[in-house]
């Protein structure tokens, strides 16, 4: 089992800036991917980013040259810097891990809200 915790949300006017930091903690060992997924009001989740172990990344257009995700392997924390925030960024964003078998695991979901 993999025990994540999501932290760093809140609210920011637009062109603003947050971090969002995702511990993990149990079987950690077993991480592969690590990402960030978010669902907008009345819309279906969506991929953010994601970092492979070999710290390959892949983001989703809409956020490109905006976002920026790490590791820190030592600390066991992905991190999701945004930046020139966009009221179409508010969403719960969610934290996710998949394990060598493929299996998923997520946080709790910490809201960002942008105002315009």
């Known amino acids: 089992q993999v025990q994540l915790v999501e932290s760093g949300g809140g609210f920011v006017q637009a062109g603003g800036s947050l971090r969002l930091s995702c511990a993990a903690s149990g079987s950690i060992f077993s991480i592969g991917a690590m990402g960030w997924y978010r669902r907008a009001p009345g819309k279906q989740r969506e991929l953010v980013a994601i970092?492979?172990?070999?710290?390959?990344?892949n983001y989703a257009d809409s956020v490109k040259g905006r976002f920026t995700i790490s590791r820190d392997n030592a600390k066991n924390t992905v991190y999701l810097q945004m930046n020139s925030l966009e009221p179409e960024d508010t969403a719960v964003y969610y934290c996710?891990?998949?394990?060598?078998?493929?299996?998923?695991?997520w946080g709790q979901g910490i809201q960002v809200t942008v105002s315009s």
């Open positions: 970092i492979i172990n070999g710290g390959s990344t």
């Open positions: 996710n891990a998949e394990n060598r078998y493929s299996v998923h695991y």
